[in-house]
């Protein structure tokens, strides 16, 4: 299989691509850095193409699509995966350039790369997008107000693109990982402040990197007739029952 995934240099996408060359898969590997996706390709060898692509600038993505070369040109999977919450300030205190990299690159970007590739899937009649949402798009909590309703979007963005796809054999499920730790995506939250970072995960088990790889490649190698719409996982300490009341 042919699976583009994008943010393959670093977390979940890095250990989806792992996984995926290990079985013998190819892997379009899609992120802004490409050092770091050039650091994996050493290690991956050829199934592994690193591609440079910055989601958040929609304009650029067709023609990213369209030169990508003969051996690696038909998209089997595409794993919407790349995107980042930024900041936990109350909706009163964020920064509003945050609030439009969130939308730029989880909302504009996944819809963009969707938008290039589906059509081509459509018209084989076969296909599987995985799009990466998250528990904040179903359950609300202090701070991740734009970061959870950008995933709320993916959400309902992936059940709607599935309504369409009615009648064809393309499949969609959004994943929706809680707590993982050993990723950048608290770094990256916290603008680079990796003490705070790591308080995100103190204290209890969380769930890793490897192991939403683990469930992105179940998901890729499930059965052509079975479509898991959404697929929510959480560390078991962490739950769901978080309605706060403040207290006189
Ligand atoms: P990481 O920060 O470790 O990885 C994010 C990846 O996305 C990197 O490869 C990064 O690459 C890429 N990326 C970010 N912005 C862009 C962009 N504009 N264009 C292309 N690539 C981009 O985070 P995770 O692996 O933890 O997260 C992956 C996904 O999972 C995200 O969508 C996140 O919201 C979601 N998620 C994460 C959870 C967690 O607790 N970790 C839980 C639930 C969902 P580069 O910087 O090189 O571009
Ligand atoms: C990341 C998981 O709980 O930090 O999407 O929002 S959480």
């Not at 528990?135 to 701070?143: H, L, N, T």
């Not at 993916?154 to 009648?167: T, W």
Request: proline residues 4%; aromatic residues 8%.
């Amino acid at each position: 299989m042919n699976v583009l995934i994008t943010g393959a240099s670093a977390g979940f996408g890095e250990a989806l691509a792992r996984r995926l060359v290990a079985k013998g898969h190819q892997v379009i590997g899609c992120a802004r850095r490409l050092d770091r996706l050039n650091a994996l390709a050493q290690d991956l060898g050829e199934l592994f193409l690193p591609v440079v692509m910055d989601v958040s600038h929609p304009e650029t993505i067709p023609k990213i699509i369209a030169d990508l070369p003969e051996f690696f040109k038909q998209i089997d999977v595409l794993v919407n995966n790349a995107g980042l919450a930024l900041g936990t300030e109350p909706a009163h205190e964020a920064d509003l350039n945050d609030w439009t990299r969130m939308v730029d690159t989880n909302i504009k970007g996944l819809m963009s790369v969707t938008h290039a590739v589906l059509p081509a899937m459509v018209a084989r009649d076969s296909g599987y997008i995985i799009n990466v949402g998250s528990i904040a798009g179903s359950w609300p909590y202090f701070g991740g107000n734009v970061y959870g309703a950008t995933k709320a979007f993916v959400k309902q963005f992936s059940l709607n693109l599935r309504a369409d796809l009615v009648g064809t054999q393309v499949r969609v499920t959004n994943l929706e990982p809680g707590n993982v730790a050993g990723t950048e995506f608290s770094n990256v939250r916290y603008h680079g402040d990796d003490d705070k970072a790591a308080q995100v995960y103190s204290g209890f088990k969380n769930m890793t990197g490897d192991d939403i790889g683990d469930i992105l490649l179940w998901l890729i190698e499930s059965p052509a007739h079975i479509n898991v719409n959404r697929l929510e996982v959480m560390p078991v300490a962490q739950t769901y029952n978080g309605l706060t009341i403040a207290k006189q």
